[in-house]
């Protein structure tokens, strides 16, 4: 998970049991088992997949790895960086699968729109920038909506919105993502509870 950039050590959410971690706090879930997709299976919740870029696709050994540590995993080309409307379907398919299970669930969604190229959700762009990956993350923020929806149908949600690393767009002469510089090392996220529209309904409290 990414963590501030501000000195200290900062409490993690998660993390597999090891001795003489200093980041584990009383209030971290820590686990027995390799990793948290396990981990949460082993404790009743269905676990699900939805890739978009290509450590996802399963077309490679590279590509199988992250898929294989989900009890259910899914991609196509048209959730991948190529198409102009993935998010939407990679939502539309967790939105279908969500409904299709019974069990608590641990969904994880690998968004591809605001990767390269980018420049599709920018019209008249001809190159990807700053502007072109503002529009592509408007779009990823509507295409969500449903999403966020759906899970506060089904119960309180937990969810955590961040990215794997940022993008160098001219900032001191670099492009890309492969280097060491601040505008990759620095990325957002959030943490939040998706609140029970059910429960809200019955006038429980939150």
């Given amino acids: ?6 000195p200290g050590r900062h409490p993690r959410l998660f993390a597999s049991a090891f001795a003489g971690s200093e980041t584990t706090s009383p209030s971290t879930f820590a686990f027995g088992e390799a990793d948290l997709p396990a981990a949460l299976a082993a404790r009743g919740y269905r ?19 992250l898929p294989s540590l989900f009890q259910e995993s ?12 993935s998010t939407q379907k990679q939502v539309a398919l967790a939105i279908a ?8 669930t641990f969904l994880f969604i690998n968004v591809a729109a605001l990767h390269t ?17 503002a529009a592509a993350l408007r779009y990823v923020d509507g295409a969500l909506a449903p999403l966020f929806a759906a899970c506060a149908k089904r119960a309180p949600t937990f969810a955590i ?14 492009r890309g993502h492969r280097v060491a510089h601040d505008s ?3 990325v957002p996220y959030a943490h939040f509870f998706i609140e029970s529209s059910h429960q809200h309904s019955k006038g429980a409290a939150p």
């Fill in 161 to 174: 919105v961040c990215s794997d690393h940022g993008s160098a767009y001219g900032e001191d002469g670099y």
């Fill in 47 to 65: 676990t699900i997949c939805i890739g978009g870029v290509g450590f996802f696709n399963k077309q490679t050994a590279l590509g199988s790895v």
């Fill in 117 to 133: 190229p980018n420049r599709a959700y920018l019209p008249g762009c001809r190159a990807d920038n700053l502007d072109s990956h």
């Fill in 1 to 6: 998970m990414p963590t501030p950039a501000a």
């Fill in 97 to 104: 699968r969500l409904a299709d299970s019974g069990q608590r």
């Fill in 74 to 85: 899914h991609w196509s080309a048209g959730m991948g960086v190529a198409s102009r409307h």
């Fill in 184 to 186: 990759v090392w620095h």
